[in-house]
């Protein structure tokens, strides 16, 4: 089986850099296959439109999407994140979830939701 993942764009995101803005991508993990997005420089409210096709294996796992801010020298900043089981999408009526806004999460749950 296939996954088809559309990353289209998000809103808010929050400022990581001390210009005020982020520079933001997108990383998707469905057991070891691995994708990634193109960077969207100095951008808080992002647009990629891009599509990515995962092989399903294991209606068990989970699509992982993390939202992460570029830095040129140091670690990327962790913006949120979000865990799509994949046997919701294929439980689905269609075998679509369709399009929606998801809220990301933090890594911990102490941090604030942030809605993209």
């Keep these: 089986m296939k996954l088809l993942v559309r990353v289209i764009e998000a809103r808010n995101i929050p400022a990581m850099d001390p210009n005020g803005f982020s520079d933001p991508y997108v990383k998707l993990q469905l057991g070891r296959q691995k994708f ?3 960077v969207v420089k100095k951008c808080l409210n992002p647009s ?3 599509e990515f096709t995962f092989k399903v294996e294991d209606l068990k796992e989970e699509l992982f999407v993390s939202v992460l801010d570029e830095d040129k020298y140091s670690i990327d900043d962790f913006v949120g994140q979000i865990k799509v089981p994949v ?3 294929f ?3 269609d075998k679509s979830l369709g ?3 998801y809220s990301l ?3 911990n749950k102490k941090s604030k939701n942030k809605d993209c």
Excluded: H
């Design 36 to 38: 990634r997005t193109k």
């Design 48 to 50: 990629w439109c891009e």
């Design 87 to 89: 046997s919701r999408v």
């Design 91 to 93: 439980d689905a009526n």
């Design 99 to 101: 399009t929606a806004w």
């Design 105 to 107: 999460q933090p890594k």
